[in-house]
């Protein structure tokens, strides 16, 4: 595909602001938003911006200088609301460089630029395969009425008369599985962990059937790739969604534009989701297709995060996503947010985290809602760690420095005379100390911090400090 190719495709309607080499081929649509992006490109890429940099106080000619450095062959703007129009100063660096660039109108999304760019690569992948495959016009005609890895198997599963599917990944991705199955890789960009199930080995297979599956395979891989780079598209985006949200360093206007372009609707009601398990990755992945079209699930570090439309109340989809996992006997533990519009998704994603943790401790999994959160702890999670720590220690900076030069217990000590709700005895029996050894150890606790262990509100303070330092 060229550039001249994706500029004059008619249901994105893109509008062309400098032409330059048109007919340069495309090696990729990518997404962008980065200082000096061309670090993460390889050159004959059509590079896609909504302008997020321009935030972090990048300009537009440092900006379109690297592209042009990288050797891009074109770059689009998507236009944020509430702009109404590409600002100048880039379309001027674009014709100052002869570097081609385009506006992409507010109501496409730049992932359908990215699916028309894999659908027209899909198209060329299939034309040398299509001269070669004559004798099996019926999955060609199959694919054209409707495309997917289904329709292939439906079309081979009926030339073979019996069942067959698709596994990868440890599951079954289409078909109806044969029983007995017999296993065959699949070739193809990666494919590793797939391969098609058939009623019977190849060599048992007459030569029909045989010429029947070879000449399906390409087909099926083919499908595979294109469904995968779509889906990794958009895991990208997802991510980028996510960073953008927990980090608040993009502002609300990007937040809902990217989730418009995901299908999501910027004013919600959306409730963040985050599950933990053993295993994030796969949970990723079937997290996602329980929420479908209503939601967007990631892998962050050891957690899976997501995105969900509230169709009913946050409760409801707690249960639901944990009985989910849980019906197959895996343990996981869930935490959902409350539920709002683009602003309101960082607490969200704060009180879901929370949630989550405070499942963790039951070994059969869990689930909590932000509703059932009734620690004010919960406000720590959403400070800064450095101001965390910094707040912690400048009240108990002097028994911490008690503690390191002389080798005492204070702060320990400290710990659990709170957990133990001021018990002294109680508090005693878990140090393994005589009571007045405690009340003499709080008793310098009191003169280091300048607090009464006997007010309430000093004995809420330095817990918090507590809780600071360890969250911190």
């Known amino acids: 595909m060229r550039v001249d190719d994706l500029l004059r495709t008619p249901e994105l309607a893109l509008e062309v602001r400098v032409r330059g080499q048109v007919d340069r081929p495309i090696r990729w649509v990518h997404t962008i938003e980065v200082r000096a992006p061309g670090r993460f490109l390889r050159g004959g890429e059509v590079v896609l911006t909504a302008g997020v940099w321009r935030s972090a106080g990048i300009t ?51 992932l359908q630029i990215v699916e028309a760019f894999v659908n027209t690569k899909r198209a060329e992948w299939e034309r040398p395969l299509r001269r070669h495959l004559g004798q099996h016009d019926a999955i060609v005609a199959a694919l054209r009425v409707q495309r997917g890895v289904e329709t292939v198997l439906r079309t081979l599963a009926g030339q073979l008369g019996q069942p067959v599917a698709v596994r990868g990944g440890g599951g079954l991705i289409e078909g109806e599985e044969p029983h007995p199955s017999h296993p065959l890789p699949l070739v193809g960009e990666g494919l590793a962990d797939a391969e098609l199930l058939l009623p019977r080995p190849m060599d048992e297979l007459d030569v029909e059937q045989h010429a029947a599956v070879v000449q399906a395979m390409p087909f099926i891989a083919m499908e595979i790739e294109r ?34 372009s995901l299908g999501l609707p910027p004013d919600g009601p959306l409730a963040a989701v985050v599950l933990r398990s053993r295993d994030p990755a ?106 965390l720590t910094a707040t912690a220690r400048a009240l108990l900076g002097p028994v911490l420095d008690h503690d390191e030069s002389r080798g005492g217990d204070l702060l320990p000590s400290l710990a659990v005379f709170l957990d133990a709700g ?15 050894t405690l009340r003499h150890r709080m008793s310098r606790v009191e003169e280091l911090t300048g607090r009464s262990l006997s007010r309430t509100s000093d004995r809420v303070d330095l817990y918090l400090a507590l809780r600071g330092l360890h969250q911190g």
């Open 60 to 110: 537009a000619e440092a900006f379109v200088d690297d592209l042009v450095e990288a050797d891009v062959a074109a770059v689009g703007f998507g236009i944020v609301p509430p702009e109404t129009a590409v600002p100048e100063d880039f379309i001027d660096a674009a014709r100052e460089r002869g570097l081609t660039c385009f506006v992409v109108p507010v109501d496409v999304a730049f």
């Open 227 to 260: 469904v995968r780079a779509v889906r990794a598209t958009e895991v990208r985006y997802c991510w980028e969604l996510f960073e953008w949200v927990h980090s608040a360093t993009v502002d609300t206007a990007a937040v809902r534009t990217r989730l418009h």
């Open 282 to 387: 796969a949970h990723s992945v079937r997290l996602g297709e329980l929420l479908a079209t209503d939601g967007i699930a990631v892998q962050r570090g050891r957690e899976v995060a997501a995105f969900a439309h509230v169709r009913g109340t946050e409760t409801e989809l707690a249960r639901r996503v944990h009985d989910a996992f849980a019906e197959s006997g895996e343990v996981v533990h869930v935490g959902v947010g409350k539920p709002g519009g683009a602003g309101e998704l960082r607490v969200s994603l704060l009180q879901a985290a929370h949630a989550a943790e405070a499942t963790s401790s039951r070994a059969d999994g869990g689930w909590m809602t932000h509703d059932q959160l009734s620690s004010p702890a919960l406000l720590l999670s959403v400070q800064d760690p450095e101001l």
């Open 422 to 436: 001021g018990r002294w005895q109680e508090a005693a029996q878990r140090l393994h100390v005589h009571i007045n």
